[in-house]
């Protein structure tokens, strides 16, 4: 069974940051794509960032000027989601996606499974 399961979400001040990551397990992504999207609530799950195997990445237009990184460890099969200067608007549920393809798409039905998601939250 394939699991990933997200954490280091919380509670932080406006301009603050905060390091997301998500464990993988049941089989390695080493040669997939990963991905973050993410839920505002009363919103539909939004592109955030995705990387490939080898370390090509995609941002949305919405994470602003470098405020976001994305990053992963093949060998920990995990993937980290860096993110600095948060603002209240961004307060959401962050989800990790897996894919069994290898592009790093920003489509979510490209993505094949997905953690449980974590609370995000952004206080002004």
């Known amino acids: 069974q394939v699991q990933l399961v997200e954490y280091g979400g919380g509670l932080v001040q406006a301009g603050g940051s905060l390091k997301l990551s998500c464990a993988a397990s049941g089989r390695t992504f080493s040669r997939n794509s990963m991905a973050w999207f993410r839920q505002v609530a009363g919103k539909g799950r939004r592109f955030v960032a995705a990387?490939?195997?080898?370390?090509?990445?995609?941002y949305s237009e919405d994470t602003g000027k470098g405020r976001f990184t994305i990053s992963r460890d093949n060998a920990k099969n995990t993937v980290h989601l860096q993110i600095n200067n948060l603002r209240p608007e961004e307060t959401a549920v962050y989800y990790c996606?897996?894919?069994?393809?290898?592009?790093?798409?920003?489509?979510?039905?490209?993505?094949?499974?997905w953690g449980q998601g974590t609370q995000v939250t952004v206080s002004s």
């Open positions: 996606a897996g894919s069994n393809g290898w592009a790093a798409t920003p489509v979510e039905s490209d993505y094949d499974y």
């Open positions: 990387m490939t195997w080898n370390g090509g990445t995609s």
